[in-house]
């Protein structure tokens, strides 16, 4: 009877939802809600059902399930003006899906781009500020040349993407480290920094889906 109203207040923030470990399975539809007042009794009349569904969309928005990835999720990610760290295997589409679904982003290649044309990266950057930005391969830049173009982009405070293979090691350290101050990996990084995304990418024949920690956009 309540359902929506906690859902609704669960991916504000408003009340914090604790799971049972995954092996309990005769406890598989019990959580633990901390809610403040009206709320708080609103959780204690939930239904069993009502619980299984809350269950399930924790695990959805917590990243342990794998969601569809759809064009119009990335496009209001970057109006957003959010940091997104793309990771995925190689040959997996994900600067193809990016080009289908940010046509109008302005997009820099590690490997293919010139650094020692430094009017040439500043153009690419500065020529439309409203414009999102797209780096592939960015470990392949220069740690100063890659830190630099971060820098100009934060300044400009648009939303931009950096896609990577890596999703472990030191390079992969090092792109989150230029990208957010949250914990390298910390499943709490939405409350630290709500402004970066951290999506896994996988396809399969012409479905697309990822896996990233978060509110259901």
């Known amino acids: 009877m309540f359902y929506e109203d906690i859902k609704t207040a669960m991916l504000a923030g408003k009340l914090k939802v604790g799971l049972y470990p995954r092996n309990s399975i005769s406890h598989r539809d019990k959580i633990s809600i901390e809610a403040p007042g009206l709320l708080g009794i609103k959780a204690k009349l939930l239904t069993k059902a009502d619980r299984l ?53 302005v997009y820099l290649n590690g490997r293919t781009s010139d650094c020692s044309n430094a009017n040439w990266f500043w153009y690419q950057v500065s020529k439309d500020p409203h414009l999102p930005v797209v780096i592939d391969e960015p470990q392949a830049f220069p740690v100063l040349v ?24 030191s390079g992969f350290t090092e792109l989150w480290a230029l990208m957010t101050t949250a914990p390298v990996g910390f499943p709490g990084y939405p409350q630290i920094d709500p402004n970066f995304v951290w999506v896994k990418f996988q396809r399969s024949r012409d479905v697309t889906t990822a896996m990233w920690v978060g509110k259901i956009v």
């Open 146 to 169: 890659l830190g630099e173009i971060l820098k100009i982009i934060k300044e400009q405070n648009r939303g931009y993407v950096l896609v990577s293979q890596a999703e472990g090691g």
């Open 53 to 105: 569904a809350l269950v399930n969309l924790v695990h959805q928005t917590a990243g342990d399930a794998a969601r569809e990835l759809t064009a119009s999720t990335v496009q209001q990610w970057l109006e957003e003006r959010k940091a997104v760290l793309l990771t995925g295997k190689a040959a997996s589409g994900k600067t193809t899906f990016l080009q289908a679904a940010l046509p109008n982003a």
